[in-house]
């Protein structure tokens, strides 16, 4: 299986000045005291456009962007969740322009915590990412069903992946380094055979071990 796509966020525009009336952004909802000039910032709900093209919609706290709120950047990335600090913090969705759907927790910003990716393909991530990236125990399951448990490094398997195909014929327990099969693969077969053989580097080395049938080795 190829390396796993890695979710990449775009900065959001927090600069000091976007919020001043003098400026070319613009923002229309409610204000502290009502007053839409000079040093009021937007207080409650409301509409922030960027002059970047950048657009946020939903709460605000003393012109800050904060609880729940919608933020769409110019090239099709959307981001709906929890806000602070004008930051996504907490628990939220991404919607990228490549079709892929993240949702799950979030910090400053960066997919980070446990979550979900939905991939434009049909494939499912569902675990614990890091910096975009499927990073710990998790589990991957493509379009046709089959899935993949155990842990992932920075996109890639790593370490013991158990594979169950969609008609559950068969389990496969396998070995990973970097996305690589290594060492011993089990196949338990639903007849109740086990077969074992080895890789080195993703290359199956010789033929089968060892056949296991009926809790006897036959091979």
């Given at each position: 299986m190829k390396k796993l796509v890695i979710l990449k966020i775009h900065d959001?525009?927090?600069?000091?000045?976007?919020?001043?009336?003098g400026s070319k952004n613009k923002y229309g909802?409610?204000?502290?005291?009502?007053?839409?000039?000079?040093?009021?910032?937007?207080?409650?709900?409301?509409?922030?456009?960027?002059?970047?093209?950048?657009?946020?919609?939903?709460?605000?706290?003393?012109?800050?962007?904060?609880?729940d709120g919608i933020y769409m950047w110019p090239n099709g990335l959307k981001y709906v969740g929890q806000f602070t600090n004008s930051q996504p913090n907490g628990r939220g969705s991404y919607y990228f322009d490549?079709?892929?759907?993240?949702?799950?927790?979030?910090?400053?910003?960066?997919?980070?915590?446990?979550?979900?990716?939905?991939?434009?393909?049909?494939n499912v991530y569902e675990g614990v990412l890091d910096n975009g990236f499927p990073n710990g125990e998790g589990v991957y399951?493509?379009?046709?069903?089959?899935?993949?448990?155990?842990?992932?490094?920075?996109?890639?398997m790593h370490g013991l992946i158990i594979q169950k195909d969609a008609n559950n014929i068969c389990t496969v327990e396998t070995n990973y380094k970097h996305g690589v099969k290594n060492g011993q693969s089990k196949l338990r077969y639903a007849d109740g055979r086990t077969v074992i053989i080895n890789y080195l580097n993703g290359e199956l080395t010789g033929?089968?071990?060892?056949?296991?049938?009926?809790?006897?080795t036959v091979q």
């Amino acid at each position: 299986m190829k390396k796993l796509v890695i979710l990449k966020i775009h900065d959001i525009n927090t600069n000091k000045e976007m919020m001043h009336w003098g400026s070319k952004n613009k923002y229309g909802g409610d204000f502290v005291d009502g007053k839409p000039h000079g040093c009021s910032q937007p207080n409650g709900r409301g509409v922030f456009y960027h002059v970047a093209g950048d657009k946020y919609e939903d709460e605000m706290e003393l012109g800050n962007f904060k609880g729940d709120g919608i933020y769409m950047w110019p090239n099709g990335l959307k981001y709906v969740g929890q806000f602070t600090n004008s930051q996504p913090n907490g628990r939220g969705s991404y919607y990228f322009d490549s079709g892929h759907i993240y949702t799950g927790m979030v910090k400053d910003g960066v997919i980070c915590g446990t979550g979900k990716i939905k991939y434009a393909d049909g494939n499912v991530y569902e675990g614990v990412l890091d910096n975009g990236f499927p990073n710990g125990e998790g589990v991957y399951t493509t379009a046709e069903g089959n899935t993949y448990s155990g842990m992932f490094l920075k996109g890639e398997m790593h370490g013991l992946i158990i594979q169950k195909d969609a008609n559950n014929i068969c389990t496969v327990e396998t070995n990973y380094k970097h996305g690589v099969k290594n060492g011993q693969s089990k196949l338990r077969y639903a007849d109740g055979r086990t077969v074992i053989i080895n890789y080195l580097n993703g290359e199956l080395t010789g033929g089968v071990v060892r056949c296991i049938c009926d809790g006897k080795t036959v091979q």
